[in-house]
């Protein structure tokens, strides 16, 4: 019955998405995009190599049904078409010494926007931008001494670029690395000796998947916060430092985000309440809050949220969609997608402080030690009479 009301309400958005009137999407928010997937990539990189071991495994697409849901604006007018987004994400280590893990990963994404409605072959139209990312690397993490190193390469290949775009270069290699010791680390890409982006993360939160003891602990720690500074290198008026504050609000379930700009300028750039009914993240919703630039008082905030049903994402107005699908407004967006991270035998969504309930029983009790049975012993006289 619970499926059914769900399925019933996926189909009641998508529905409603034909009588919404979505804004169009720029064609310099689409030649942007090589540089926003790169940095997205590798912040979730970072979340997943916070314990360096186990695997992790993402995939999926967009799916807009109707032309005028993401039209483009260009110079010559607007057009219906369809943005898209396909990506997956995988990463598995394993123990090559008491504590020491060896690992690979592979994260590809093929985004853009065309004419018609596809999934593997394109229009190639005056109007179609297709762009695919890939970012490859091997890991190495000591449990023990709480360390990780990370390094690899990001591909951007251009597969078609219509007239109404900027000229890029084609198969363009950046390096990559990350380091992480304790709860501190620090990544960054690099194309030939030219540095893009360096992030500093300060991960404070107790998370008790990543603890040696499978235990749930309740405490000040839980609140720590989760802090990201990222520095962005661009020309001298596209310089960006953004620090985004991720905090526990109550019992890992409710969270608050804020994220403030304070290069060019010192001004805020969005805010998220999110509510997980379970801290495994497996489910989650939020609302969301993004300043556009419009700078027109109530005009430059642009609200919005989303629910996460596991298997599907339904969006609208989403502070992530505005930044990671073209500054997508105004519409409904449902994204279907796998996402799950697995360590040690247990299974959790991406950044989760905690596994699934069922999963963390099951471990609790393997690892309780075992009751050791006493058995009464001594020793039997009989009385036999003198021989």
């Not at 999963?359 to 075992?370: A, D, G, M, R, S």
Request: overall charge negative.
């Amino acid at each position: 019955m619970q499926l059914r009301n769900t399925m019933k309400f996926i189909l009641a958005l998508l529905a409603g998405s034909i009588a919404s009137y979505a804004d169009g999407i720029s064609t310099e928010a689409l030649s942007k995009n090589g540089a926003v997937t790169r940095d997205r990539q590798l912040m979730e990189i970072g979340d997943v190599l916070l314990a360096g071991r186990g695997g992790y495994m993402d995939f999926g697409f967009y799916y807009t049904p109707f032309s005028d849901q993401n039209p483009l604006k260009s110079q010559y007018g607007v057009h219906d078409g369809f943005a898209f987004r396909h990506h997956l994400g995988a990463f598995a280590a394993g123990e090559v010494a008491p504590q020491k893990y060896l690992g690979a990963l592979l994260w590809f994404d093929r985004s853009g926007w065309d004419g018609e409605d596809f999934f593997f072959f394109p229009q190639y139209n005056d109007f179609s931008i297709q762009r695919s990312v890939t970012t490859w690397g091997v890991t190495y993490a000591d449990r023990k001494n709480y360390f990780g190193v990370a390094a690899g390469m990001q591909h951007q290949n251009m597969e078609h670029v219509g007239v109404v775009y900027g000229k890029e270069n084609d198969s363009l290699a950046y390096s990559w690395a990350y380091l992480r010791f304790g709860k501190v680390s620090v990544s960054g890409n690099f194309y030939k000796t030219d540095w893009q982006s360096v992030h500093l993360s300060l991960d404070l939160e107790h998370r008790s998947i990543l603890e040696d003891k499978i235990i749930k602990y309740k405490g000040w720690r839980d609140y720590l916060p989760n802090i990201d500074v990222g520095y962005y290198n661009g020309d001298e008026e596209e310089n960006r430092l953004r620090v985004i504050w991720n905090q526990n609000l109550y019992n890992q379930r409710v969270y608050g985000e804020i994220a403030y700009d304070f290069l060019p300028d010192v001004e805020f750039h969005s805010a998220a309440l999110k509510y997980y009914p379970d801290p495994s993240r497996l489910f989650g919703m939020e609302a969301t809050c993004i300043r556009r630039g419009i700078r027109s008082g109530s005009k430059d905030l642009l609200w919005g949220g989303a629910i996460d049903l596991v298997f599907a994402r339904i969006a609208y107005n989403s502070s992530y969609d505005y930044d990671h699908f073209f500054g997508s407004k105004g519409t409904f967006l449902v994204e279907f997608k796998v996402s799950l991270d697995y360590l040690d035998g247990m299974v959790f969504g991406r950044g989760a402080p905690q596994a699934t309930p069922m999963e963390t029983n099951i471990l609790k009790e393997k690892n309780k030690p075992k009751e050791k049975s006493l058995e009464a012993t001594g020793i039997r006289f009989e009385n036999g009479g003198n021989k």
